[in-house]
Each structure stands twice: as C-alpha cells, then as structure tokens.
C-alpha cells in the first residue's frame, strides 16, 4: 500500500509563502494523478490542484496565478508552492495519489498538514 507524508505546513502571515511537499513511498509520482485538496474547518474537503505523470497541471480559480504545483519523480515527491496567501486558505491540506498503484477510484490520501493564515 502506497504511503503518502505532507510536511511544510505552518502559521504564515497574509501575503506570505509557504512550500508544501507529498512524499510517496513507492515510485508512483510519473505514472499517477497527483493531486492537492483542502478541508478548512466545518467545510467540505475541495479539490486545489493536480498535476498529471506527463506534467500537466491544473488549479482552481481560487488559486490561480498564486499556487504552483509540481512534481519531482525522482524523489517521489510532489509540491505546492503558495504565494500569496489568504487567511481564507486557512485549512488542512492533504495529498492524494490516484494511478495504476493506488486504484483509480478513491485512491490513496496522506495524513494533511495544516497551513493557517494570519491577517
């Protein structure tokens, strides 16, 4: 079973930055949909970005032009860049892994790691 760790979370102040990564266990990052969500607190958990095993991204319009996500195959590794960043991102961040390894359906998630904005 594939595990995925977050780690880069923290307290940021409005306007600041913060780097998140998604570590895998096994060599799945080039062949899996490698996706970042959010779940803020007494809201469902929202989808903020993926990146594709060929390198295609996408985002959200709520972080657009602020957030990056890339991945690094050779560490397993996927990150998040936020730039930017709005109290309203407040929220713990999880990553998810979806490919031929970790099923297509739910597939597997980490454990998150919280990110908290101050205004």
């Known amino acids: 079973q594939v595990q995925l760790v977050e780690s880069g979370g923290g307290l940021v102040q409005a306007g600041g930055s913060l780097r998140l990564s998604c570590t895998a266990s096994?060599?799945?990052?080039?062949?899996?949909?490698m996706s970042w969500y959010r779940q803020a607190p007494g809201k469902q958990r929202e989808l903020v970005a993926f990146?594709?095993?060929?390198?295609?991204?996408n985002y959200k319009d709520f972080v657009k032009g602020r957030f990056t996500i890339s991945g690094d195959n050779a560490q397993n590794t996927v990150y998040l860049q936020m730039n930017s960043l709005k109290p309203e991102d407040t929220a713990v961040y999880y990553c998810n892994a979806r490919g031929p390894v970790t099923g297509w359906g739910g597939g597997s998630w980490g454990q998150g790691t919280q990110v908290t904005v101050s205004s």
């Open positions: 990146i594709t095993g060929s390198g295609s991204t």
């Open positions: 096994m060599n799945i990052v080039s062949s899996s949909v």
